[in-house]
């Protein structure tokens, strides 16, 4: 079976799951005004309506950044007033970031606190949200949150208030309380390919493809399964055992390992353009990083120059990514 012919039936089933019902959707609570619908035209009110609209966002910053998809929703929520704010619905500025000496952006003059400031302007909510992130990686006094698990969301909101994001001293309460009434914490356990992707069907008019294939940086991968070798997947895939090899900048005697990323096409030389840096966690690798993202291994140690193959990656180190 020709390797065409087989990409052909996995972007066949790429876009057949966009109208699959997603996996891993909220669960519903038996708490008092904590049950959140599954869809937007189900909302009750303003703030469901903006958790149901931005959660994918949080999710793939979570999942780019480490930074909690819970702690981003509920600041989200909380600054933007549920995203009816001037500063949200006019500046698409959803975390009350100020338009510091480093923005070279567009700004716009709102009122905080009795007096009149300078917030930084984006074209739309997603800017605001990438942005967000990059804020808290590139800003040392927020270091130490990186040190904390993705599920601690109240060591996260402590941390916060503790690096002043905001004046207010109750701020870590606030955030706490809105995500515990609308089980926030949940979304902290999505992934990227939970939201863009679903889980893929079979496709029996061709291969078995027993298996989810997901999207990034345009790129098409598989997680690797229990027991899978480069032999296996080249006569699932119709890829050669070589061209996988070379695909994701490994060797011949690599032994795949249960959820390793393996990409089905030639990686890219950088990141998507909103992708510029990633904070490194707990035992990541450039290799690790350079998978994640879909990045050419020999690119990213280009980009990154400080590191050999033998170096020991910190936690909180940035990683140019293109």
């Given at each position: 079976m020709s390797r065409i012919y087989i990409l052909a039936s996995i972007v066949a089933l790429l876009l057949a799951g966009c109208a699959a019902p997603k996996k891993n959707m909220p669960k519903k609570s038996t708490a008092n005004n904590s049950a959140m619908p599954k869809e937007i035209s189900q909302a009750k009110n303003d703030s469901e309506r903006y958790l149901l609209t931005f959660y994918p966002m949080a999710v793939e910053q979570m999942e780019r950044h480490g930074i909690p998809a819970s702690i981003t929703l509920a600041q989200g929520l909380l600054e933007s007033g549920a995203g009816k704010s001037k500063l949200a619905s006019e500046g698409k500025n959803h975390f009350g970031i100020k338009a510091d000496k480093r923005w070279k952006g567009r700004t716009m003059k709102v009122m905080d606190n009795g007096a009149l400031h300078k917030f930084r302007v984006y074209d739309n909510a997603g800017e605001s949200y990438e942005d967000h992130s990059q804020f808290l990686i590139v800003n040392k006094r927020y270091a130490s949150l990186f040190r904390l698990k993705k599920t601690d969301y109240k060591g996260w909101a402590k941390g916060l208030r503790d690096a002043y994001y905001a004046e207010d001293r109750q701020y870590h309460t606030k955030l706490v309380a809105l995500i515990e009434r609308y089980r926030l914490y949940e979304y902290d356990s999505y992934t990227m390919s939970d939201i863009k992707n679903g889980r893929k069907e079979e496709n029996p008019k061709s291969i078995a493809l027993n298996r989810s294939i997901y999207?990034?940086?345009?790129?098409?991968?598989?997680?690797?399964?229990?027991?899978?070798?480069?032999?296996?997947?080249?006569?699932?895939?119709g890829i050669s055992k070589n061209k996988l090899i070379s695909y994701n900048d490994l060797h011949k005697g690599y032994k795949i390992e249960e959820g390793d990323i393996i990409y089905l096409e030639k990686k890219r030389s950088k990141a998507l353009e909103k992708y510029s840096f990633h904070r490194t966690r707990n035992g990541e690798s450039l290799y690790r990083i350079s998978q994640i993202y879909g990045i050419r291994l020999e690119n990213l140690y280009k980009m990154n120059p400080q590191y050999s193959s033998y170096t020991r990656l910190k936690v909180g180190d940035v990683i140019r990514l293109r």
């Open positions: 999207k990034s940086n345009g790129l098409l991968y598989v997680t690797a399964r229990q027991g899978d070798t480069f032999e296996t997947l080249s006569k699932e895939l």
